[in-house]
């Protein structure tokens, strides 16, 4: 039996391709590959000491990214292995190796500056453990436990400094309904409301009222993907329904725009490429409902970590595709940028730097390749 990693996963992956290896970036053929050299957006730039995906890439105060864990080769090894990326030189260098290897975990970059890393796969068993990165020192720490072990889950921090972690999957692949809260302050963690349903592959966006939005994901064991959302209230610890989706999406990216209502992306409405979406969805906190956004120009998913809000407002959205493109909210619509990845790189990481340009860090391919591959995007002035 085979499975995705990230949102169903293990070591289940033994019989998928060999690595490819550090893979060269190609422009398709396209009026791009004719434009001035200075119009291309998609650099590639030094690649990473290993080749990954599930990993996690997390900006640091000093500007720099810690690039932690992931899966390697077909995605069958987890990996301990922890890199920086500088952005004054734009390469990556070691750092000492987190205390336990593991892919499709959470990583949140607390108030204080430091990291917490917790859960994800290990080999073949699902890890309720946890660590703090200090940048100070450049090492890693262990802390107690989660509640339970969880891989796939879907962590972000709250307004009072806390961090909420949903879901999840665990070894037997079942998704999971609990969630917990991580105090910094006593760096403990305890269970908090049950969500409404199980969810693996769902998001989570944390809204401008401090209410945490949890859209989509898979309720069942490879089955019935929903379309179902809930708001989580920190103030009561209890989530309750919304609105649903037009989509049934798991393996979505979601984004908060500066309006303060929330874009939905891609995804797919079961575990095949050709169920892949174009389209996305505008949550909007003051109705509680969804409605249609535009069209990408490409179908993605296996995305959650590669979208973001730029500087200007707009969005960038990379990963499940060879091509990075943007989305306009004044103008409604998705514009392709200038140049272009080696491959979809599903699950690759995309974070926004000090200077306004974003680090694109690995992923795979569609045959399950991982890549070491690094690009850096910039948008037009």
Partial sequence: MTMNIHAFSGAA???????????????????????????????????????????QATRLPSGKVLITGGCTGSCETSLDQVELFDPATSTFSLLPAMGLARNSHAAVALTDGRVLVAGGWSGSQVSASVEIFDPASGTFSALSDMTQPRAVPAAVRLADSRVLITGGQTAQLAPIATAELFDPVSQQFAQTGSMLAARVGHSAVVLADGRVLVAGGLRV???????????????????????????????????????????????????????????????????????????????????????LLLPSGEVLVAGGAERVERYDPAERRFMALIGALSGAQEFTTATLLDDGTVLLAGGYDEEIRSSASAWRVRLSD
Avoid at 231 to 259: N, Q, S
């Fill in 221 to 307: 064991r490879r089955g019935e993907v929903l379309r179902s959302a809930e708001i989580y209230d920190p103030d009561t610890g209890v989530f309750e329904p919304t609105g649903e989706m037009a989509a049934a999406r798991h393996k979505h990216a979601a984004v908060r725009l500066a309006d303060g209502r929330v874009l939905i992306i891609g995804g797919a409405g079961n575990d095949r490429r050709d169920e892949r979406y174009r389209s996305t969805e505008i949550y909007d906190p003051a109705s509680g409902g969804f409605s249609p956004g535009a069209d990408m120009q490409w179908r993605r998913y296996k995305l959650p970590d590669a979208a």
């Fill in 13 to 55: 992956m033994l019989g998928l391709a060999v690595a490819c290896g550090a893979c060269t970036a190609q422009i398709p053929a396209s009026a791009d590959a004719d434009a001035d050299a200075d119009a291309v957006q998609v650099r590639r730039i030094g690649e990473m000491s290993v080749a990954r995906a599930t990993h």
